[in-house]
């Protein structure tokens, strides 16, 4: 039995979202003498899921800018009044003065990260500078989160069809590099950035366990299913290969008429 879902264009003109079932029909023996095909309309579904992943997006980014804006200013009041301690105790108290400076340090390295972590659930640099300058971003802030190696391989400049676009395809690099360290245990991940004519090309790459040999990657992970359908948001494809060199390749392709040619290396 196969299953996909289009779109199609009804009588009236206008196009619905369709889930297509194709059964074998089997005579007396066994053998396959034809196929049955049910088409249910899912428009109402669809249109459910594109609301809740609309949803999940704006709480991130509300709980990025209450990270930023909240979190971040309380934790600088609190820098501020151990380096205010430090002065005060400096003068006699050498071990107390130094035991706030070292609070103060440690308070000033969770800042770093608590904003790290809001510029995630909240990319500013997205809205502000287009998709490959929130990806760098994005980057350098899981080296400095994770520890792991993180690149942004970026040469030309692609410009991204919609604002929308963007969107999906950051978040779509957000899961995939999410997976790569919880998962598979990646070590280094490359994040790949490029446009053709009508098209534009979105890739991340790790070197960690990825799957089991003669095995697929897990259909239902709600990750994977959050990252295919982000890509048909866009009208794009997404695949997810073994990488040669260990772990794993996920790569979406979309159409994008705003993107210019990569030039000629």
């Not at 963007?166 to 490359?190: D, P, V, W, Y």
């Not at 790569?251 to 000629?264: D, H, L, Q, S």
């Amino acid at each position: 039995m196969d299953h996909y879902e289009t779109v199609r264009q009804r009588k009236d003109g206008r196009l619905i979202d369709i889930s297509v079932t194709i059964s074998p029909i089997r005579d007396a023996a066994g053998t396959v003498v034809g196929a049955s095909k049910l088409a249910r309309d899912i428009t109402g579904r669809k249109q459910l899921e594109r609301e809740i992943l609309e949803v999940s997006d704006r709480e991130q980014r509300r709980i990025g800018h209450d990270l930023h804006d909240g979190l971040c200013q309380h934790l600088a009041g609190i820098e501020m009044m151990s380096r205010v301690l430090e002065k005060k105790l400096s003068p006699k108290f050498k071990d107390g003065a130094q035991r706030a400076a070292d609070i103060a340090r440690h308070v000033r390295e969770g800042i770093g990260q608590t904003r790290a972590l809001a510029r995630g659930l909240a990319p500013v640099t997205l809205e502000s500078e287009g998709l490959a300058s929130a990806l760098n971003e994005h980057a350098v802030n899981i080296e400095k989160i994770f520890g792991v190696r993180c690149r942004f391989d970026y040469k030309w400049p692609v410009a991204v069809h919609s604002q929308a676009m963007g969107s999906h395809l950051f978040r779509l690099a957000q899961e995939a590099i999410s997976n790569a360290i919880k998962h598979g245990r990646a070590t280094e991940i490359n994040i790949h950035l490029k446009g053709d004519p009508g098209w534009i090309y979105l890739g991340v790459s790790d070197n960690g366990i990825g799957f089991p040999p003669g095995d697929n990657p897990p259909p239902t992970g709600m990750g994977l299913r959050i990252m295919r359908y982000r890509a048909g948001m866009i009208g794009g494809t997404l695949t997810i290969e073994r990488n040669a060199g260990g772990g794993m390749i996920v790569m979406c392709t979309a159409y994008n008429p705003e993107a210019p040619a990569t030039p000629a290396t």
